[in-house]
Nanobody, 114 residues
Framework: QVRLVESGGGLVQPGGSLRLSCVVS????????MKWYRQAPGKGHDYVAT????????DYADSVRGRFIISRDNAENTVYLQMNSLKLEDTAVYYC???????WGQGTQVTVSS
């Protein structure tokens, strides 16, 4: 059974940083493109970032490019999202996603507030 467990969310002031983790079990992530999405209150899932299997290539939504960094540790079966210079509008539940499997995690809440 494939399971994705996100962690690392919390309350942070504008300009602060957080590092999210997504630990995957039930599959070997080295074979899969991995993505992060987020969902703000009352909105749908918004794309955040993608990382290819080797980690060599990444992609970001315009809203987070230059502030967020997606990375992965295939040996640990874990994907990360380093979030810097956080803004109020980054407040959302952040989800890890395996597109080829159609699998989502349960999400982790990130709240940016002064």
């Amino acid at each position: 059974q494939v399971r994705l467990v996100e962690s690392g969310g919390g309350l942070v002031q504008p300009g602060g940083s957080l590092r999210l983790s997504c630990v995957v079990s039930g599959l070997t992530i080295s074979s899969y493109v991995m993505k992060w999405y987020r969902q703000a209150p009352g909105k749908g899932h918004d794309y955040v970032a993608t990382i290819t299997q080797s980690g060599r290539n990444t992609d970001y939504a315009d809203s987070v490019r230059g502030r967020f960094i997606i990375s992965r540790d295939n040996a640990e079966n874990t994907v990360y999202l380093q979030m810097n210079s956080l803004k109020l509008e980054d407040t959302a539940v952040y989800y890890c996603y395996v597109p080829l499997m159609g699998k989502w995690g349960q999400g982790t809440q990130v709240t940016v507030s002064s």
